[in-house]
């Protein structure tokens, strides 16, 4: 059989949901949804997978199954481009338009016209990897993958369980290995070995203080933990003494049930489950571990977050006094990339106390990443607790090969060159930055409390309104998404609304992930907030 018969049998094996064609959608996170709909997208990205790596001369491109923070019954299904990176914009659409393809006959004349408008040589070779999460439909959806890879005659390797940012490394690691920008070993070894090192290092001469209770989301991030700790000093070594809850993955229903970083997040409150004290240090990992938040119970008993806003903060302020430590405070310019949900508290606090510039991009981490490229070394996070460090090439070459000239330099050199190992610096990474912040309070002897001290929040709220329909709802280029350019006559009431409250911030945007505007207001006190969300989303509504 020819490609194209292999290609129409395989897609005649997973038809979409007739309903749906027409209106999937690569989205922020790639395509999501209930995962009983998802068969016909998994294979026809599994195409795009084929079609992207023999574009870019072989290289191996992955494929994560996983639908995050969302319920156990969705799904979700998302590219990695060569060097971990997320996929290319451009190629969103052709993903998009692949999906859609009404027959099986329209799957391939699309497949065939995006490899001549793309000079695509459909004889190169083709090398995929791909992962799941622990959802039941995973391995379900890894056939569908499958049975495109094998259509198109493309290599592939199944790395079976793992956390996204474990795809995004392996990803990386099997393109740059052998090349002087070898990033690591392409196994799961290779992974736990690499962050167990440089957290060694990093945490050489220091010790963290009190345990860490990780609530795992009951997803993939559990069991990887469990493996990652064999890999940590010991708490008796001056490793962190970590209880595990929530990794229970046998029970599909309890994925980021009651339990999770979105849960903590969106409730600002601890999991219900939670028997922490006050004081003790917490933090929640999302479904598929690319997102984390920490969080305690102060002296009154009162829960206290740590979003990403925090922990990009934490990492800015540290790394800057590295750098300065280490003699290279104006060789290394470091920045923050937030997106508008981040609070006015955290930007004044970066701009005003530690004097660093600060990005706003749109929602998403591929913008967000993007924009921490342009500085030598660029945090990035979102507040729900997705983000990462980047170091630029020249930034890399500058720490490891300065020559300090004192023993302080030394040391600061050493945790500068251990962090550019610790951090994942292809995504967001739960368990590289739970280590990482793990790092910075041991070498600042912070508590929590100490950690949260450094600025107040300002109130804020988020909502989520159900519309009719997201797409009507366009925001304002350049705006970083804190105007509507659509519709217009809702832009102009948020915006006497906000002139109401002194201090006020607010604005709605279409999820990237669901069919709903979120509202985010923040204002002086808890009230205002909760008045100015109330009053936009009934504006929105
Ligand atoms: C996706 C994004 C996440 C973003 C969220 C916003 C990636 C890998 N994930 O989960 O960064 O915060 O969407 O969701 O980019 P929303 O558009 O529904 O608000
Ligand atoms: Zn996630």
């Known amino acids: ?32 949804m209930k995962a009983k ?35 156990p019954e969705d799904n979700g299904v998302k590219l990695v481009d060569p060097m971990g990176e997320m996929l290319e914009s451009s190629w969103e659409a052709y993903a998009t338009s692949l999906a859609n393809a009404d027959s099986d006959q329209q799957l391939v004349d699309w497949y065939n016209n995006l490899a001549k408008n793309l000079r695509i040589n459909l004889d190169a070779p083709a090398k995929v990897i791909y992962a799941r999460d622990t959802r039941a439909s995973g391995s379900r959806l890894v056939g569908c993958l499958q049975d495109a890879l094998s259509a198109t005659g493309a290599q592939y390797t199944d790395f079976k369980l793992a956390t996204t940012p474990q795809l995004h490394y392996y990803v990386r690691c099997t393109n740059t290995k052998g090349t002087q920008d070898e990033y690591g070993e392409p196994t799961e070894k290779g992974y736990y070995e690499k962050l167990g090192a440089a957290f060694k290092q990093a945490m050489e001469h220091h010790k963290t203080s009190g345990g860490l209770v990780v609530d795992c989301a009951n997803g993939v991030g559990g069991p990887k933990l469990r493996e990652l700790v064999k890999y940590l000093p010991t708490a008796a070594e001056g490793g962190i003494d970590i209880k595990i809850v929530n990794d229970d993955v046998h029970k599909p229903d309890t994925l980021n049930s009651s339990c999770g970083a979105d849960y903590v997040k969106v409730n600002q409150r601890a ?41 990009a903060t934490l990492a ?21 990339v937030q997106t508008a949900y981040a609070n006015g508290a955290a930007t004044m606090y970066v701009e005003n106390n530690l004097k660093l510039p600060v ?20 945090v990035y996070f979102e507040a729900n607790g997705h983000g990462t460090v980047v170091f630029s090439p020249s930034a890399l070459k500058t ?143």
């Open 37 to 71: 709909d998802l068969d016909a997208v998994v294979y026809r990205v599994g195409l795009l997978a084929a079609l992207r790596s023999k574009k870019l001369n072989g290289q191996t491109v992955g494929v994560m199954i996983t639908a995050s923070h969302n319920p």
């Open 359 to 378: 990005i706003c991009t749109p929602t998403g981490v591929k913008h967000l990443h993007h924009a921490a490229t342009r500085f030598d070394v660029g």
């Open 399 to 541: 720490i490891h090969t300065c020559q300090p000239e004192s023993p302080a330099q030394a040391d600061a050199l050493s945790t500068l060159g251990a962090l550019t190992d610790l951090i994942n610096q292809t995504v967001g990474d739960a368990l590289s930055d739970m280590l990482l912040v793990e790092v910075i309070l041991a070498h600042k002897h912070y508590r929590c409390a100490d950690w949260l001290s450094s600025y107040t929040d300002l109130p804020n709220r988020l909502l989520k309104v159900e519309v009719p329909d997201r797409n009507q709802f366009q925001t304002q280029e350049g705006t970083a998404e804190r105007k509507l350019a659509q519709p217009q006559r809702i832009q102009d009431e948020i915006d006497k609304m906000v002139a109401k409250f002194s201090n006020g911030r607010s604005f709605a945007r279409a999820s990237g992930t669901e069919n709903a505007v979120r509202v985010y207001a923040e204002a002086n006190t808890r009230a205002e907030a909760d008045d100015l969300a109330a009053n936009v989303a009934a504006i929105v509504k």
């Open 316 to 336: 800015a302020s540290f790394i800057g006094d590295l750098a300065r430590q280490a003699g290279l405070g104006d060789k290394l310019n470091v920045g923050v």
């Open 1 to 32: 059989m020819g490609y194209e018969d292999e290609i129409k049998a395989g897609s005649a094996k997973h038809a979409p949901p007739a309903d749906l064609v027409g209106k999937f959608q690569y989205g922020t996170a790639g395509f999501r």
């Open 271 to 311: 999991p219900p489950s939670s028997k922490a004290g006050a004081n003790d240090r917490c933090c929640s990992l999302d479904g598929d571990a690319d997102r984390i938040v920490f969080y305690f119970l102060d002296e009154k008993n009162t829960f206290r977050l740590l979003d990403g806003d925090r922990i």
